[in-house]
């Protein structure tokens, strides 16, 4: 078998499937554990969060049970945030208290942050003390934090040991984490002075002190640090792993590249829906709670539609004495809303990831410029030549090539400053930009378009 051929085969074994989900959610209502533990046997980690997703709400903690020791809570760190709440529920807490201890203090924290605090309170207290305290330090911190998002396990030793110390305590010591790829080096107040990648320490001579081979030159994230700022970090120094300090300087955790991924993907998902101005929705989310935040936006959206007809409105007379008008206003703005999106995409997410900042703001809003002047020249010429071959009068190639040229200026401004102006106020680009460039590309749009028409073609 080719490798093309196994790849294919893997992914149809493990591929999760509308009949798979019918056949375990079947073999639940039934009580078969055994067929249900058949089914889902093969399944890997990613699948099996896809089949939870998929099945129904009350199958979910149907088929956690039945797996029972069997299951990997492992599969809770990867399905959507909101079924991951609704099971984190539905589970008893002893079930929850198995799982915490099963999972890293970042992804534990995650799965009970939303319990009671009574709830909250009886998990804790089934942990050995050095989780509970590693796991209440993650609570600490507000969500999106570099200390909600950061492991409270690490490998800490101080800077007299030797090498050969290090080395006998990471075999010897049984609370040690699973994988790690750095050991910290701290002082009595547990402050931080440096660091040790693994491959270095194993090349080091057993009789050198720590202190002798430790890097010093860290990027040290504060645990209050907003995690996008900290997914930045990562990015632009090229970063696996970074220790996490409280604000007295005190090692409370590290951050390691797999979680930024989480945060990166999250962070882009999120700015995405918020420029179609869909929130933050879930595909697991009911029709009950996607319809009132799409309704609110499309009802903003509402007002600025009215506003471009009244504009429309203005000119009624002249729309009556030439229909073509009527065939051509639509392509104009059409136009310039494309062009405000493509610039404003740009600028809600190079503001987002600070790459748009006072140090090049006005080589970008020139740049902006320049291309909006220079696709509308060039679309202007287009659709001039188009309204002249269509309707065999010049003047109205002209019309629309002047309205052409002005919204497509307009569009690329609009799009440029409209999210500059809404970060400036304090409020999050990506959530209104579109509603407001939309607005001013059909106005302009149509006010010059109909304008010019009643000027010119009288």
């Known amino acids: ?79 959507d945030e909101k079924v991951r709440d609704q099971l984190s529920e539905a589970l008893p807490n002893d079930v929850l208290a198995k799982a915490v201890t099963d999972l890293d203090s970042d992804d534990a924290a995650y799965l009970i942050e939303g319990l009671e605090a009574d709830d909250q309170k009886e998990i804790l207290d089934q942990l050995p003390q050095g989780e509970r305290a590693a796991l209440q330090r993650n609570l600490l911190y507000p969500e999106e934090t ?11 030793v101080p800077p007299f040991w030797t090498v050969g110390h290090v080395i006998d ?36 001579k057993r009789d050198l002190t720590v202190d002798k081979i430790m890097d010093t030159d860290r990027h040290i994230v504060l645990a209050t640090a907003d995690q996008e700022a900290v997914a930045r970090q990562f990015e632009r120094y090229g970063l696996m792993a970074a220790p996490v300090v409280d604000k007295n300087d005190r090692l409370v955790g590290v951050v390691t590249v797999d979680d930024v991924v989480e945060v990166i993907e999250q962070e882009a998902d999120e700015d995405a829906k918020l420029l179609a101005g869909v929130g933050d929705e879930r595909l697991s989310d009911s029709v009950r709670q996607i319809a009132p935040p799409r309704f609110s936006w499309l009802f903003v959206n509402l007002f600025t539609a009215i506003l471009a007809s009244a504009v429309i409105a203005l000119f009624d007379t002249t729309i009556e004495s030439m229909v073509a008008l009527a065939v051509l206003m639509p392509i104009v703005a059409s136009m310039g809303g494309n062009a405000g999106t493509q610039t404003m995409t740009v600028a809600v997410r190079a503001l987002a990831t600070k790459e748009l900042n006072p140090a090049n703001i006005v080589r970008v809003v020139v740049r902006e410029t320049a291309v909006g002047l220079l696709n509308g020249m060039a679309f202007a010429l287009i659709m001039a030549l188009i309204a002249v071959a269509w309707f065999g009068t010049e003047q109205l190639g002209l019309v629309i090539a002047a309205a052409m040229l002005v919204n497509m200026l307009a569009a690329a401004l609009a799009g440029i400053f409209i999210p500059l102006a809404l970060d400036r106020m304090g409020f999050d680009p990506a ?24 000027l010119w073609l009288k």
Not at 44 to 62: F, K, N, Q, S, Y
Not at 178 to 204: C, K, N, Q, Y
């Open 1 to 79: 078998m080719s490798e093309t051929e196994e790849i294919g085969a893997h992914e149809r074994r493990t591929a999760v499937t509308q009949e798979l989900v019918r056949e375990v959610g079947d073999a639940l209502e039934a009580h078969e554990a055994t067929q249900v533990r058949a089914l889902v046997a093969d399944l890997e980690t990613p699948d099996l969060a896809d089949l939870i997703e998929l099945l129904e709400p009350e199958h979910r903690i149907g088929l956690i049970q039945t797996l029972g020791p069997d299951f990997d809570f492992e599969v809770l760190t990867e399905v």
């Open 169 to 204: 305590f990471a075999r010897d010591a049984e609370d040690l984490p699973e994988t790690f790829s750095e050991i910290f080096v701290v002082d009595p107040g547990f402050h931080l002075l440096g660091s040790i990648d693994i491959s270095r320490l194993l090349r080091a």
């Open 146 to 156: 570099a200390g909600r998002l950061m492991q409270a396990d690490f490998v800490a």
């Open 431 to 454: 959530v209104a930009s579109t509603v407001f460039v939309t607005t001013v590309t059909d106005v302009v749009g149509f006010f010059s378009f109909l304008g010019l028409a009643t």
